[in-house]
């Protein structure tokens, strides 16, 4: 990439969310720069992508990826803390990633965070989360923090997986009433959302939510429908649901759901009281992908451990 062309850096192309800003941001005729734990990961962009590995031990090369990018869109963070990859050392990695990007002269960053993210909170994710919030305030950089609940979408791991286990099941287990509340987001309505940021020069922060709210249970129920799952709902403890998570990830040779995971969303965190910034309703969605939706499990560790 020559060194007088204007471009993007995202991080994880090739995974979910940063797929989608890619595709987006090339749509729009920008060039792109991945940075990427998986920099050998078959390239879906071809040509039209270069890649840097994140080199999070080894700053001065994170400077240079990022050097000349207007803008980086941050989607790096861990789902739950595995072997070396803990919560805190993605929280030193990403402090070591927004400090190589001042370094680097980069302008602004869109950084996907997750609602109700908060230095306060008991759970690691979220706190973590807020944690690199408030790094990020403090920056050199103009600011965009894009805060989703729970994203759906092709590559999505919860709701593909909770369809798989209802194909599969006779029988599936809800976290306690089921009552609390859920607002999935369409993975491309948060990319369209991050990089419209991307343009603005304010610092923001936002939550990026779809149009739908569901009791949980309820939605379990509606993913039961689509996929013509015959399983009985099960209310059960979340201590002994986590176990039962833990029997079937011994199977799959994952971790299906964590503790940080059944907290969260039983304490309403995965829903937003801000208006909805999406338009993709997953009742729709899951209508029109019912025939793929949970045909294969999607596993986290697959994605990056292997
Ligand atoms: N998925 C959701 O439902 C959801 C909901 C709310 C908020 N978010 C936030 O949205 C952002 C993107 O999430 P996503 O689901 O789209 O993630 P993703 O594409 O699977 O991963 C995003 C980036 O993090 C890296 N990464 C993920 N897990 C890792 C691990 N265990 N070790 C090392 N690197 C790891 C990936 O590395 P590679 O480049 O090597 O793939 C990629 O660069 C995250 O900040 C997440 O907190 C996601």
Redesign the pocket.
């Known amino acids: 990439m020559g060194s007088n062309e204007e471009f993007h850096v995202v991080?994880?192309?090739?995974?979910?969310?940063?797929?989608y800003i890619t595709q987006r941001l090339l749509s729009l005729g920008k060039k792109v720069r991945?940075?990427?734990?998986?920099p050998n990961?078959l390239n879906p962009f071809g040509g039209k992508v270069s890649i840097s590995p994140?080199n999070f031990d080894n700053p001065g090369e994170l400077v240079k990826s990022l050097r000349g990018a207007t803008t980086l869109y941050?989607?790096?963070?861990?789902?739950?803390s595995?072997k070396q990859?803990t919560f805190d050392k993605?929280v030193e990695?990403t402090k070591t990633l927004i400090k190589a990007a001042e370094e680097a002269g980069v302008r602004r960053i869109v950084?996907?965070?997750?609602?109700h993210a908060s230095e306060s909170s008991p759970f690691p994710?979220f706190r973590g989360?807020g944690t690199l919030e408030k790094t990020i305030c403090q920056s050199d950089m103009s600011y965009a923090i894009i805060?989703?609940?729970?994203?759906?979408g092709h590559?999505?791991?919860?709701i593909n997986n909770i369809a798989w286990l209802l194909r599969r099941f006779p029988l599936f287990a809800v976290l306690g009433s089921g009552n609390y509340q859920i607002q999935p987001?369409f993975?491309e309505d948060?990319a369209e959302l991050a990089v419209k940021a991307g343009q603005y020069e304010e610092n923001m922060t936002m939550d990026a939510v779809g149009p739908e709210i569901y009791a949980f249970h309820d939605m379990v129920q509606l993913i039961a429908e689509k996929v013509h799952s015959k399983a009985r709902i099960l209310y059960l403890r979340p201590e002994l649901a986590l176990f039962f998570s833990r029997l079937v990830g011994y199977l799959v040779n994952d971790v299906i759901l964590t503790r940080d995971e059944v907290y969260g969303l039983m304490s309403n965190l995965?829903v937003s009281g801000n208006p909805p910034t999406g338009k993709t309703r997953l009742s729709d969605w899951l209508s029109d992908n019912a025939e793929r939706i949970g045909i294969i499990y999607a596993s986290?560790l697959g994605?990056?451990?292997t």
């Open positions: 991080t994880g192309a090739f995974g979910y969310t940063g797929k991945t940075i990427t734990g998986h990961r994140f941050n989607t790096y963070w861990v789902r739950f595995y990859v993605a990695n950084h996907v965070s997750i609602t994710y989360k805060r989703p609940t729970v994203l759906f590559e999505d791991i919860l987001v993975v948060v995965l986290e994605r990056h451990y």
